[in-house]
């Protein structure tokens, strides 16, 4: 018998090695996992001597199976990929996801709450809008329903918040930008949707500034989600005016970055590494599509898996064990750099 001693199915999920969607789909229904997983987690129970608490499990049994599911934009395929991997896990949890989008409109975050709720969900995973959120109705809807938020953090809002490290991803890309070239001007909607954009900038100017160079922010004006298009109309005039004194453009995210490279395209300016390239172009988020852009896109890649998972296993906790948490629980995952011939 292990001497740890194991005191909740948190606890019970990182001695065993075997992941909260799985143990919460078994304490639901054994007979629902695969016969070896059944047997790895009876022998971990046995080894452990852990015994979950059988009312608690019984009472949370009375809860609809279904999980809300609320990003703010899925036409974007950064927000379809999260969501399918979010929606596979749900449903090896044994619980009905059900996906509603936002379309970047702030009374379609709220109708989409309000019929969430209405389904009376064990749990929900939000995307919210950002800044284009209205606090106060996801306030009242996180104080109502179990909530966890990912990729768009409203501080203090929810039970815990799941997304990528801003600071260690726009570190990493402006320093091998300056390590390998011309130092990088830093390219943004003036109004960005996503409070994901200040944590950026912010990261930006901290890091040439700890390298001794001097920031230039290039803000742009722009309304809504079609990050493209204003990352094509901008760029050119940007280019056009010369406004940037390097050659080198990091743009705030990968879908203004792709705007950028068909402005550099129709300006006649090649894109690239080395003598021969007038510009180099970097993004942030590794978007699918950041793959097959010419030239292919470098970035910094969110963990689309690891988000998805750590989201889940908190909600699933919270689900279990609703009167456990006494505080609210941060999780950021560093970024990737992904090296491609933009840069």
Known sequence: MSEQTVRNMEEFATVSGISRPTLSKYFNDPDSVRPTTRARIEAALEEHD??????????????????????????????????????????DAGFRPILLSSHGDQGQENDNLDSVRGLKPAGVLLAPLGRGSDRAVIERFCDAVPTVLFDSNIDDVGEAFVGMDNAQAVGSIVQYLCNSGEPPVFFEMRDAPNPNANKRRTAYRATMERLGLEPQVISVDGDGWDFEEIGCRQGKRVIARREMRTNTVLCSNDRLAIGFLAAAYQSGLRVGRGDSFALRVAG???????????????????????IAERSVQELMSLIESPDARDARHTTLFDGKLILRDSA
């Open 50 to 91: 852990y015994r979950p608490n059988i009312y608690a499990i019984n009472q949370n049994r009375r809860l609809t199976k279904t999980i809300g599911i609320v990003v703010p934009y899925l036409s974007d395929p950064f927000f379809a990929e999260i969501a399918r991997n979010i929606e596979n896990l749900c449903i």
């Open 284 to 306: 942030l988020d590794d978007h699918p599509f950041s793959r097959f852009t010419c030239p292919t896109l470098t970035t910094v890649s969110q963990d689309y898996a690891a």
